[in-house]
């Protein structure tokens, strides 16, 4: 792998947005993101490299007039993937990206892979939040 690349993670989820430097302030509230790096283009956000409990995440503002075609999920009126976050705490984790002004899509709960729910962003991405089931106290 050439040097230049491996300061990134070998997979990383590259989020398409409407309003980038709204989605880096949603997610360092939401997610404790720290940003990495972020690079202007056209009046827009070119990209920006952000971790999410350890993991690295890009984003950038669409650019509809370009060849790839990517759109954004409000562009699109919906997301065709979700992003899976494996915490420590769901419930927290949880509860403060609702805080920070994400959709509850399915509530938490104790499924037998762990404690899990679903959240939507004001981007319109899905996010998937799962941990361990909590002990119940006898």
């Known amino acids: 792998?050439?040097?230049d690349l491996k300061?990134?993670?070998?997979?990383?989820?590259?989020?398409?947005v409407n309003?980038?430097?709204?989605?880096?302030d949603f997610y360092?509230?939401?997610f404790g993101a720290d940003v990495i790096e972020t690079y202007p283009y056209e009046g827009k956000l070119g990209h920006a490299t952000l971790t999410v409990n350890g993991s690295d995440v890009m984003l950038s503002d669409e650019f509809p007039e370009a060849v790839t075609g990517v759109r954004s999920p409000k562009s699109?009126?919906?997301?065709?993937?979700?992003?899976?976050?494996?915490?420590?705490?769901a419930d927290t984790w949880?509860?403060?990206?609702?805080?920070?002004?994400?959709?509850?899509?399915r509530p938490l709960n104790d499924e037998f892979y762990?404690?899990?729910?679903?959240?939507?962003d004001?981007?319109?991405?899905v996010w998937g939040i799962v941990g361990p089931v909590k002990e119940s106290k006898p």
């Not at 300061?7 to 398409?16: D, F, G, I, T």
Request: charged letters at 25%.
């Open 28 to 30: 360092r509230r939401a």
């Open 122 to 125: 004001p981007f319109g991405h």
């Open 114 to 120: 762990g404690r899990a729910g679903k959240l939507r």
């Open 76 to 89: 699109l009126g919906g997301t065709t993937c979700s992003v899976s976050l494996a915490v420590d705490d």
């Open 1 to 3: 792998m050439p040097e």
């Open 94 to 105: 949880f509860e403060r990206a609702r805080e920070a002004g994400a959709e509850v899509i």
């Open 19 to 24: 309003d980038g430097n709204a989605a880096l």
């Open 7 to 16: 300061k990134y993670s070998p997979v990383s989820v590259y989020l398409m």
